[in-house]
């Protein structure tokens, strides 16, 4: 019964509906005074009502994996209930498992190619004497132009053939281009982010996906970028890389990999044999679990991971998609008014098309590493300057110089949390900066 109260407890409201929702996500959200936050691409913040619920479970903290005592099976049973809760927040079915571990998208990206057969440490390869070139019959995997490296390196890396969607000349995703491709190919991977986490643009996935299931692809769907934002119906996808720490609420959280259970072949070992997935062991044999949602998840779980990663999908729902949608829109088309008018600022992807509200750009020959800094340093404005690990990407955008040379850029994410007034403060410290860094 006991248990029972605390579960319920965990999980009730996190958002306090009686005050102003813009004011009360402001007031919450944990951040140094006279500090302002565009740095959400990279990852969220705190909230105060987040780290609360944490802290009262931290007395009844256990490992999981056992049911007999008491606070292993409370925190067996709040790791299982949070995974059931992201699944509900993402619109999953029930033909999708969770896969939790590591910090970030990331993770879920190796997790994914651990099962489909492509990741292979270097070492492994050099131990065989294998060379990859050599190898016949490796899958074909297609990306994206505008990939993070994670979703694209790994790949190369990997025991796959790679396969790049050129863009059109408005720089936005060729469909046709994706058709030419399918038409060469045969039941290929398609790895795609739902959005850029240079440009904010969004892949046209209505458009895309139904060529891509009557090529009869598995198709994985990066969202590090778009989760905290947006959903997508889960019939669009077979798996996905999630990175809950770039929600409100979601440091400390864990990545995640969601995939269909029929991705995953039980007549194999998991991709590592570790604590928790092993049936029965002795000195000559050993038997793996069949349960899809625990075999990959080898050792002790990310327990408080989940749980941050549950509370921020939580909190992200109660406060709207709807509203954070509209929000992020309106502050994203004022940033860009206003910065367009700023002389010899040149903006980065298409700025016609819909976009998640992520915005980067150059002043002139003003290095974005010293702009980055100066409005820190001075302003109390925290962005994020380099290539955004997205150097491929980058060398399309930035088309002068060498391909030797790192593209680089300042990156700015207008979050739903923002003000207009916060927008005008930014614009404002921006401008001071270039006069200052120009004298």
């Known amino acids: 019964m006991k248990s029972s109260k605390i579960l319920k407890a965990f999980f009730t409201p996190l958002l306090e509906v009686e005050y102003d929702k813009l004011e009360t996500l402001r007031h919450q959200t944990i951040l140094a005074p006279k500090t302002l936050y565009f740095d959400f691409t990279a990852s969220g ?43 509900q927040s993402l619109g999953l079915d029930e033909d999708f498992v969770l896969i939790a571990g590591g910090n970030g998208a990331s993770f879920g990206i190796k997790k994914f190619q651990e099962i489909m057969g492509i990741y292979i440490p270097p070492k492994s390869l050099e131990r065989l004497g294998i060379r990859k070139e050599k190898i016949q019959k490796m ?73 891509l299931r009557q090529s009869q692809s ?38 995640i990999l969601a995939i269909r259970k029929a991705l995953i072949d039980t007549h194999l070992p998991p991709s590592f044999g570790g604590g928790g997935v092993i049936e029965y062991a002795n000195d000559h ?24 990663a549950a509370l921020a999908y939580q909190l992200r729902d109660e406060v709207g998609l709807k509203w954070i949608r509209i929000r992020e829109k309106i502050l994203t088309q004022a940033f860009l008014y206003e910065l367009s008018k700023i002389p010899a600022v040149s903006i980065y992807g298409n700025l016609e098309e819909e976009r998640l509200g992520i915005v980067s750009f150059n002043v002139g020959s003003i290095s974005p590493l010293d702009l980055c800094a100066i409005l820190s340093h001075k302003f109390g404005i925290q962005t994020r300057a380099g290539c955004s690990c997205a150097g491929p990407y980058g060398h399309y955008l930035i088309a002068e110089g060498s391909e030797n040379k790192k593209p680089m850029w300042l990156r700015v994410s207008i979050h739903y949390t923002h003000t207009i007034e916060d927008i005008e403060y930014f614009i404002n410290s921006l401008k001071n900066a270039i006069q200052i860094l120009r004298h």
Request: glycine content about 6%; overall charge negative; aromatic content about 8%.
């Open 45 to 87: 913040l705190a909230y105060k009502n987040i780290q609360k619920r944490i802290a009262t479970i931290l007395p009844y903290y256990a490992n999981t994996h056992s049911h007999f005592a008491y606070n292993a099976h409370l925190m067996s049973d709040l790791y299982e209930q949070a995974k059931e809760r992201i699944k």
């Open 285 to 308: 044999e050993h038997l793996y679990i069949k349960d899809c949602d625990s075999r990959e998840e080898a050792g002790t779980p990310p327990i408080i991971g989940i749980l941050y």
């Open 139 to 211: 899958p074909d995997v297609v990306i994206t132009s505008y990939e993070h490296h994670s979703n694209e390196i790994s790949y190369r890396e990997g025991l796959c053939h790679v396969h790049k969607i050129k863009l059109n000349d408005k720089g936005l995703f060729d469909v046709n281009d994706l058709c030419y491709l399918l038409q060469q190919l045969k039941k290929p991977i398609a790895s795609l982010s739902v959005a850029s986490n240079v440009t904010g643009m969004l892949t046209p996935l209505d458009q895309c996906v139904p060529l």
């Open 218 to 255: 598995v198709i994985a769907l990066d969202m590090a970028s778009s989760s905290a934002y947006l959903n997508v119906e889960s019939h669009h996808f077979d798996a996905a890389f999630l990175a809950p720490h770039k929600l409100l609420g979601g440091i400390g959280s864990c990545g």
